[in-house]
């Protein structure tokens, strides 16, 4: 069964610098999100993106992150100037079709660590 | 705006029964549940939309009403393997399909 695929699957960086997070979504999905989970909280939502740009983003989502598709395959989240609150798990997720009616599914995460 | 989850916890023995409520005070789209266990990604089980449809995923099955934006997962008969943690996605009116999480539900089923 296709799946998300996101790499690395750890990451830990010193605070101030940057890092990109990567995500190869299934191949024939056209909406891909951004998630992330502070330990033991829940997942919050960051971004969507379709059609090579931001569909919506919350408030999380600052001027310090930015998001791509470089390739057409990878979807990457970039954090600028990392901060110790950043430390998260990250999941990507990507889905079919638009509206709420199909499910995201989801990658394993990548666990950012800022020291 | 994220919905509410209700019981925070839950603690079962093998074969019982539970119900997780999730509500929300935004028109809903869809609802989307999840089950994510620990240092694992979330998985998806199963979505309800407008209409009340009852949707199921094995032994759990799930209800929607609209008019009360809420939403319930019903586990029936549990299985050890249904511990994990339970959250439900809502999807609101008007947005662009990203999910609005609730904190969920600790579920432990023992033996």
């Known amino acids: 069964e296709p799946e998300v695929t996101q790499t690395p699957s750890h990451q830990v960086t010193q605070m101030g610098q940057e890092v990109i997070l990567r995500c190869v979504p299934i191949s024939n999905h056209l909406y891909f999100y951004w998630y992330r989970q502070i330990l033991g909280q829940k997942v919050e939502f960051l971004v969507s993106f379709y059609n090579n740009e931001i569909s919506e983003k919350s408030e999380i989502f600052d001027d310090q992150f930015s998001v791509e598709r470089p390739d057409g395959s990878n979807f990457t989240l970039k954090i600028r100037s990392t901060k110790l609150e950043d430390s998260a798990m990250y999941f990507c997720a990507s889905k079919e079709w638009g509206q709420g009616n199909q499910p995201q599914h989801f990658g394993d995460g990548t666990r950012l660590s800022i020291l | 705006q994220q919905p509410v989850q209700s019981p925070q916890a839950v603690i079962l023995r093998e074969g019982e029964d539970a119900v997780i409520n999730c509500s929300s005070s935004?028109?809903?789209?869809?609802v989307h549940w999840y089950r994510q266990k620990h240092g694992e990604a979330p998985v998806f089980l199963m979505i309800?939309?407008?209409?009340?449809e009852q949707m199921r995923h094995e032994k759990i099955s799930a209800s929607f009403n609209e008019k009360k934006q809420q939403s319930s997962l019903y586990l029936t008969a549990s299985q050890l393997s249904y511990s994990g943690t339970y959250f439900c996605?809502?999807?609101?009116?008007?947005?662009?399909?990203?999910?609005?999480f609730g904190k969920g539900t600790k579920l432990s089923v023992k033996p």
């Open positions: 996605g809502t999807v609101i009116v008007g947005s662009q399909g990203n999910l609005i």
């Open positions: 309800l939309l407008k209409g009340g």
């Open positions: 935004k028109a809903l789209y869809s």
